[in-house]
């Protein structure tokens, strides 16, 4: 049984960056494909980017290309979703989730990170 | 605005029949599977429905999902009020980007 925990709540100012873990256990890291995925208040699922392991490669979201940077350290199983130059509409719930039952399913999910961002 | 389309909002009464529409592009939905995701308020999103019509172990054969062309649906026979929830539909792109539907709130009158 994989589980997926997150760290805790973020207030950032503008301009700022953040960076949010995601600790696995019951897998390793190598094992996994790890996807983010957002939510700002009130709206909808917004994918940011996640491991491809057809390609081998990482993949982000067009809207952003430049800002984010999801890596691994798999020597603690943990994976890490750096997003700069953060501005208000930043302001969400930073979820990870991974593929266990097949590719591309995202269906193990941690518990989210609140990120705020305010001046 | 998200890529796929879905009605903001939906309901039916207890042990009604629901279905929930998602309305992609050739690129999207048209050349890739479906997974709808549950989500309760205040919790992570649960996967419903993976491959377009699978359920994960645990997920009542009350949820069904199906796709036809660029659209896919997800059905809910015998609603419950535990059912009252924000349902969403996603798919991978060409450009293996994963996209997500705008969501429906599901209301059990």
């Known amino acids: 049984q994989v589980q997926l925990v997150q760290s805790g709540a973020e207030v950032k100012k503008p301009g700022a960056s953040v960076k949010v873990s995601c600790k696995v256990s019951g897998y390793t890291l190598t094992e996994l494909s790890m996807h983010w995925v957002r939510q700002a208040p009130g709206k909808g699922l917004e994918w940011m980017g996640g491991?491809?392991?057809?390609?081998?490669?990482?993949i982000y979201a067009q809207k952003f290309q430049g800002r984010v940077t999801m890596t691994e350290d798999t020597s603690t199983d943990t994976a890490y979703m750096e997003l700069s130059s953060l501005r208000s509409e930043d302001t969400a719930v930073y979820y990870c989730?991974?593929?266990?039952?097949?590719?591309?399913?995202?269906?193990?999910w941690g518990q989210g990170t609140t990120v705020t961002v305010s001046s | 605005q998200s890529v796929l389309t879905q009605p903001p909002s939906a309901s039916g009464t207890p042990g009604q029949r629901v279905t929930i529409s998602c309305s992609g592009s050739?690129?999207?939905?048209?050349?890739?599977?479906v997974n709808w995701y549950q989500q309760l308020p205040g919790t992570a999103p649960k996967l419903l429905i993976y491959s377009n019509n699978q359920r994960p172990s645990g997920v009542p054969d009350r949820f069904s999902g199906s796709k036809s062309g660029t659209s896919a649906s997800l059905a809910i026979s015998g609603l419950q009020s535990e059912d009252e929830a924000d349902y969403y539909c996603a798919a991978w792109d060409d450009s293996l980007r994963a996209v997500f539907g705008g969501g429906t709130k599901l209301t059990v009158l």
């Open positions: 491991f491809d392991p057809e390609d081998g490669e990482t």
């Open positions: 989730a991974t593929d266990l039952l097949i590719g591309r399913s995202m269906d193990v």
């Open positions: 050739s690129s999207n939905i048209g050349s890739n599977t």
